[in-house]
């Protein structure tokens, strides 16, 4: 499968942006989702992550009550809205797919990575 984020840009901070993950080559509905984010210099870390039927969601405590993850399977894309951005949100964002159809949630194995959008974000 090939993933595809977009929906980056340059905001102030309090601004808000929606990232779109679509894809190519599978479909994404029987596949837990997940977006990460690698700022410079910094590891890639967790963002969030929603199960393939979208019932069940997780996100990392610095982006929690602000950043929502969702999925429209009919569109084989995956959102994450975020609000209040802040500076520190500033990154390359990534979506990723889980390796194994359905899964064992929340015990994701993501394997599949897309290219990121650059989210910038000044005070």
């Known amino acids: 499968v090939q993933l595809q984020a977009s929906g980056g840009g340059l905001v102030q901070a309090g601004d808000s942006l929606r990232l779109s993950c679509t894809a190519s080559g599978r479909t994404l509905t029987y596949y837990a989702m997940g977006w990460f984010r690698q700022a410079p210099q910094n590891e890639r870390e967790f963002v969030a992550k929603i199960k393939w039927s979208g019932g069940l969601t997780s996100y990392a405590d610095s982006i929690k009550g602000r950043f929502t993850i969702s999925r429209d399977n009919a569109k084989n894309t995956v959102y994450l809205q975020m609000n209040s951005l802040k500076p520190e949100d500033t990154a390359v964002y990534y979506c990723?797919?889980?390796?194994?159809?359905?899964?064992?949630?929340?015990?994701?194995?993501?394997?599949?990575w897309g290219r990121g959008t650059q989210v910038t974000v000044s005070s």
């Open positions: 990723a797919a889980d390796s194994r159809r359905y899964g064992v949630w929340p015990n994701t194995q993501f394997s599949s």
